[in-house]
T-cell receptor
Framework: RKEVEQDPGPFNVPEGATVAFNCTYSNSASQSFFWYRQDCRKEPKLLMSVYSSGNEDGRFTAQLNRASQYISLLIRDSKLSDSATYLCVVTPGTGGFKTIFGAGTRLFVKA | SQTIHQWPATLVQPVGSPLSLECTVEGTSNPNLYWYRQAAGRGLQLLFYSVGIGQISSEVPQNLSASRPQDRQFILSSKKLLLSDSGFYLC???????????FGQGTRLTVV
């Protein structure tokens, strides 16, 4: 089983749609969780952190389910500019171990 | 503030030639450092990570090697490039405990 798994997509949605991505992780001791966005031919950039209580940033909502070991990202009112690849990221507990990136989910928002 | 520098931005190399990509981080001490590769249209593949000077962990067997001669310097090398080494190489750093990773702008390598 991969340490972090995502549906690669692509998700093709019309403008204004609501779309959700899930990501599962295998290490129950994982401590921190993030969603990154990667535009074509660019480096990944932090979109938002994922907290146990869930968090919202404008049209984006991230949630964590530790019992089932998954995190989710919800995008409401999709914009054309949301088209990108979304990477799920998991960091371990203390001890200097590696940060794990999912392979990403591709999103295409169309007019 | 912390910054990460990665160079060169693009590189075209012939098969069999050597490779050296360099990454440096400023504004932090003892970061975790990573090299990732992304093939065209694919996800990030972790190649190497380092938790300290001289400490390198390899994730996949390959034609590449990494070194960390200084705390904030991470180098990706190859003695002889293969066509399959083409891709987008990304260096990243993170503070060891529970923080996000930050990426350099990447090197787009084409082996011809």
């Amino acid at each position: 089983r991969k340490e972090v798994e995502q549906d690669p997509g692509p998700f093709n949605v019309p403008e204004g749609a609501t779309v959700a991505f899930n990501c599962t992780y295998s290490n129950s001791a994982s401590q921190s969780f993030f969603w990154y966005r990667q535009d074509c031919r660019k480096e990944p950039k932090l979109l938002m952190s994922v907290y146990s209580s869930g968090n919202e940033d404008g049209r984006f909502t991230a949630q964590l389910n530790r019992a089932s070991q998954y995190i989710s990202l919800l995008i409401r009112d999709s914009k054309l500019s949301d088209s990108a690849t979304y990477l799920c990221v998991v960091t371990p507990g203390t001890g200097g171990f590696k940060t794990i990136f999912g392979a990403g989910t591709r999103l295409f928002v169309k007019a | 503030s912390q910054t990460i520098h990665q160079w060169p931005a693009t590189l075209v190399q012939p098969v069999g030639s050597p490779l050296s990509l360099e990454c440096t981080v400023e504004g932090t001490s003892n970061p975790n450092l990573y090299w990732y590769r992304q093939a065209a249209g694919r996800g990030l593949q972790l190649l190497f990570y380092s938790v300290g000077i001289g400490q390198i962990s390899s994730e996949v067997p390959q034609n590449l090697s990494a070194s960390r001669p200084q705390d904030r310097q991470f180098i990706l090398s190859s003695k002889k490039l293969l066509l399959s080494d083409s891709g987008f190489y990304l260096c990243a750093w993170s503070v060891p405990v529970n923080t996000e990773a930050f990426f350099g702008q990447g090197t787009r390598l084409t082996v011809v």
